[in-house]
């Protein structure tokens, strides 16, 4: 199996390549015969993990590159993108087939909105201000300034600013934030979590 893993890792380099094409090559490899103890499955199973290493390592240098983009926001464009990124080889090892490419951009751009979306939820429930009242209080005389001493606290954390770029996401989320508080109400007090004591 080593050999075999060799031999493979040696000729194949290109994470599109197919086990079909690659086998006549390596076949031409003088280490080939040494693998005749593998079974045809096994060396084709053996390809396909390698393929998938490839893949995975081209994967994570475009992702690299696109961490390292400063021009790289929550809402950017690929076409923007792709203008600023594809003199950087990495931007064309990862595919020759530009849709591809924008496919990787975007399940990209997906994820970090997700994870912006998720820290700001937890964001929000470290914020000493709000409480199962806060809804009630924006609704009121004093509901600008309560907002006010939201912002300021959300504006103070990294996690607070990130969805800037989505102020209606941002929005809605704090928004279903308070009124799930105010459907639940109170906290219950500390000592009904406490075991009685004897």
């Known amino acids: 199996a080593v050999v075999s893993t060799q031999s493979t890792g040696d000729m194949v380099r290109d994470a599109d390549a197919s086990w079909r094409k690659t086998r006549k090559q390596l076949r031409e490899d003088s280490r080939w015969e040494l693998a005749h103890l593998i079974d045809a499955d096994q ?10 290493t490839l893949s995975n390592k081209r994967k994570r240098s475009y992702r690299k590159l696109l961490d390292e983009c400063e021009h790289v926001t929550l ?20 595919s020759e087939d530009d849709k591809e490419r924008e496919a990787e951009y975007l ?9 912006a979306k998720s820290d700001f939820r937890q964001l929000l429930k470290e914020i000493k201000c709000v409480s199962h009242k806060s809804k009630e ?8 300034s309560h907002m006010r001493e939201i912002r300021q606290f959300l504006t103070n954390d990294k996690r607070g600013l990130v969805l800037d770029d989505l102020p209606e996401d941002r929005d809605r989320i704090l928004d279903e934030y308070l009124t799930e508080l105010e459907k639940f109400g109170p906290p219950p007090p500390p000592t009904a979590t406490r075991p009685a004591k004897r």
């Open 75 to 94: 809402t950017s464009t690929w076409r923007d993108i792709r203008k600023k990124i594809k003199h950087d080889a990495r931007f064309s090892k990862f």
């Open 137 to 144: 209080t924006l609704r009121g005389p004093n509901g600008d």
């Open 107 to 115: 399940r990209y751009v997906k994820e970090k909105v997700a994870t």
């Open 43 to 52: 060396k084709e199973k053996l390809f396909t993990e390698h393929i998938e």
